[in-house]
C-alpha cells in the first residue's frame, strides 16, 4: 500500500477492478536495454507524432495530458478527444490512466468499456528487455471491443518497438555521451532517473 500511493484511488475514480476478469497475457522481447524501455513508457512528448492512432483518440496536448510523481510511482492521465471519432469513445471509463511502479511495473488503463492491462518490464541482458502485459475486462465486454483494443494497443506497441530499437542503436554508436531532458514533459522520466540513482548510491 505504501508503494502504490495513490494509484488504488485514482483507479477506482474511473474503475472497478474488483469487478475485471482475466483475459489473456501478451509477451514480447525488444532488441533495447531495460532503462529504455522504462523511459519510453514514462513519457508522451513523442505521442503526437510517433503514435497517430492514439494521439486521435487521447488528447495528449500539454495542457490536457496530466503528469505526476510521488514517492515510487509515476503516473499519466489522458482525457478523450472532445469531438473525437474513436472506438474508445461512449463507454463507461472517460479517460486514460498510465502508472508506473518503480522499478519496472506498468499499468495502463484506456478509455471505453472497462479495462486494464499491467506488467513488468524485465532485462535479460544489457541490450535486451523482456515484457508481458496481462489483460483484465468486465465479464459482459463485448469480444469485438476487446479484440479492437488489443489491435490498437499493439500498434502502439510497434510503434514504440521502432523508436526504443533506434534509441538504443544510438546508444551503441556511442556519438552523443548524455542526453538532455525537457523538463516538463520529461518530467517522470527525470524522477525515474532520481530513484535509479538512489538505489545505486545506496
Do not use: M
Not at 116 to 126: A, E, Q
Not at 139 to 167: C, H, K, S
Amino acid at each position: 500500500a505504501e508503494a502504490l500511493g495513490d494509484v488504488p484511488a485514482q483507479l477506482a475514480e474511473i474503475l472497478d477492478v474488483d469487478a475485471l476478469e482475466f483475459r489473456f497475457r501478451a509477451e514480447s522481447e525488444l532488441e533495447t536495454n531495460w532503462k529504455i524501455a522504462c523511459e519510453n513508457f514514462l513519457e508522451c512528448y513523442h505521442c503526437a507524432v510517433a503514435h497517430p492512432g492514439f494521439s486521435a483518440a487521447v488528447d495528449v496536448s500539454p495542457d490536457a495530458y496530466r503528469l505526476e510523481a510521488e514517492g515510487l510511482v509515476s503516473s499519466q492521465f489522458g482525457p478523450l478527444r472532445q469531438n473525437g471519432d474513436s472506438f474508445l469513445a461512449g463507454g463507461e471509463v472517460p479517460r486514460s490512466q498510465f502508472h508506473f511502479l518503480w522499478p519496472n511495473f506498468g499499468l495502463n488503463v484506456f478509455p471505453g468499456h472497462p479495462n486494464l492491462s499491467c506488467g513488468p518490464i524485465l532485462p535479460i541482458r544489457p541490450e535486451r528487455t523482456a515484457r508481458f502485459l496481462d489483460y483484465f475486462f468486465a465479464p459482459d465486454t463485448d469480444q469485438t471491443w476487446v479484440e479492437e483494443l488489443i489491435a490498437f494497443d499493439e500498434q502502439v506497441g510497434w510503434e514504440d518497438r521502432a523508436l526504443v530499437e533506434g534509441v538504443q542503436r544510438g546508444v551503441r554508436a556511442g556519438v552523443l555521451s548524455e542526453g538532455r531532458l525537457l523538463s516538463e514533459s520529461e518530467q517522470l522520466v527525470a524522477h525515474f532517473q532520481r530513484l535509479c540513482a538512489e538505489a545505486l548510491a545506496g
